[in-house]
């Protein structure tokens, strides 16, 4: 599927859970999954289907920023995972590897 992300957000972490020493754009990815993972952890409780993360898309189709806000959630299905996507680009993804990470907010 085009424009989907697969990401265990480990993958951006030090052995101690502490944020790894990474190439500017690999930094924004963490930055971007990890407000993600804020966004849905921050509310996990509240069992809100979906939210409304506030967090902007960050394609660029046609080398225009998208307009589109992250629509994020729990896996209801597989709880170690978080579903967001973009209801404007259609960019999505799923995270796993939240649980107990610096951007866990449970």
């Known amino acids: 599927m085009r424009g989907s992300w697969i990401t265990d957000i480990r993958h951006f972490l030090d052995e101690d859970g502490t ?13 971007y999954f990890g407000s993600i993972v804020e966004a849905v ?40 995972h978080i579903k967001w996507y973009c209801p404007v680009c259609g960019d999505n993804g799923i995270i796993s590897g939240w649980q107990e990470t610096i951007w866990d907010r449970r």
């Not at 790894?20 to 930055?31: E, H, M, N, V, Y």
């Not at 509240?46 to 409304?52: D, F, S």
């Open 41 to 80: 952890t921050s509310q996990i409780e509240n069992n809100i289907p979906a939210i409304a993360s506030g967090i902007r898309c960050r394609r660029r189709p046609g080398r225009k920023r998208c307009s589109g806000e992250i629509i994020a959630s729990p896996d209801w299905q597989n709880a170690l």
């Open 19 to 31: 944020i790894s020493k990474l190439p500017p754009p690999a930094a924004r990815l963490a930055d």
